[in-house]
C-alpha cells in the first residue's frame, strides 16, 4: 500500500499522539477520517489541519469506540465519508493516571480495558469487512504493555492485550491479505500532554533519557502501512525503553 491517495480512519485522531499521527498521514497525502467521542471544535480544528497539512480530503466522525456497537459506527460512517477504506490506525486510548493497582476501582478499569482492548478488536473486525483489497490495520500500542509497571496495571494490561490481539488477527486475516501491525511508542512529548511530569520521569528511566517524536510515531505508521511484508509485529519506537533495565 502507498500511503499517497490511501484512504485512512485514525480512532481517536483528533487528540494527542493520534492526532499528530493524522496530521503525519496528511502530510503525506492520506486522505483522513478522524474519530473522538464528540464533534466538538477540537475536531473541526483538527480537520482543517489535516487539509491545511495537504490531506486531499479530511472529514471528523463522532462516536465512541469503546462498545461494539459504537466502534462498527465510527467505521462505517468514515468508510461512507472517505468512498472506502484502505486503512485503519486504532490510537484512542483510555485514562493514563498512575495509581497502585490496589486502588483502582471497576470503573478505571473498565475504561482502560474497554476503550483500548475492546475497542480494538471491534473496530478491527468492523474494519476488516469494509477494508479494500491488501488493507491494513495499526494499533497503536505501548512499551507499558511489554514491560510491567506497577502503577499502570489497567493500562499495562489493556495494551499487552491489544497487542496479543494484533498477533491473533493478523494470523486469523493474513489469508484475506489483511496485515495487522503495531507500533509500541516508549514516552511521547506532546504539546497537550496532561500528564507531563509523569511523562519525564518515565523518560528519565529510558537508556538514552531522551523523549520520542510524534514524528517518530508518525513514520513508523506508515511503515507499517508501507511494508507489504509486516504482519503481526509491534514495532517498539521507545528511544530504547524497553532494554533499559
Request: charged share 20%; hydrophobic share 45%; aromatic share 0%.
Given at each position: 500500500m502507498k500511503v499517497a491517495g490511501a484512504r485512512v480512519l485514525v480512532v481517536g485522531g483528533v487528540h494527542r499522539?493520534?492526532?499528530e499521527i493524522a496530521t503525519d498521514l496528511a502530510a503525506h497525502d492520506a486522505a483522513l477520517a478522524v474519530?473522538?467521542?464528540t464533534h466538538d471544535r477540537a475536531m473541526e480544528d483538527r480537520v482543517a489541519a489535516l487539509l491545511?497539512?495537504?490531506?486531499?480530503?479530511?472529514h471528523g466522525v463522532?462516536?465512541?469506540a469503546s462498545c461494539a456497537e459504537g466502534a462498527a459506527a465510527i467505521v462505517a460512517r468514515a468508510t461512507q465519508a472517505l468512498g472506502g477504506l484502505d486503512a485503519l490506525v486504532y490510537a484512542a486510548s483510555g485514562p493514563f493516571i498512575p495509581r497502585p493497582p490496589q486502588e483502582i476501582d471497576e470503573a478505571a478499569w473498565d475504561a482502560s480495558l474497554?476503550?483500548?482492548a475492546k475497542g480494538f478488536f471491534f473496530s478491527a473486525c468492523a474494519a476488516r469487512r469494509r477494508l479494500a483489497p491488501g488493507g491494513v490495520i495499526v494499533a497503536i500500542t505501548d512499551y507499558l504493555g511489554l514491560q510491567p509497571w506497577a502503577t499502570f496495571a489497567a493500562h499495562g494490561a489493556a495494551k499487552a492485550a491489544q497487542i496479543h490481539l494484533?498477533?491473533?488477527l493478523a494470523r486469523a486475516w493474513a489469508p484475506e491479505s489483511v496485515r495487522v501491525c503495531g507500533v509500541a511508542p516508549g514516552p511521547v512529548d506532546?504539546?497537550?500532554?496532561?500528564?507531563r511530569e509523569a511523562t519525564l520521569r518515565a523518560?528519565?528511566?529510558?537508556a538514552s533519557e531522551r523523549l520520542v517524536a510524534p514524528a517518530h510515531i508518525g513514520a513508523a505508521v506508515r511503515f507499517c502501512l508501507e511494508n507489504d511484508a509486516l504482519t503481526g509485529a509491534s514495532i517498539a519506537v521507545d528511544n530504547g525503553a524497553l532494554v533499559t533495565s
Open positions: 499522539l493520534g492526532g474519530s473522538s467521542r491545511a497539512a495537504g490531506a486531499p480530503a479530511a463522532a462516536g465512541d474497554d476503550t483500548i494484533v498477533k491473533i506532546l504539546a497537550d500532554d496532561t500528564h523518560a528519565a528511566r529510558v
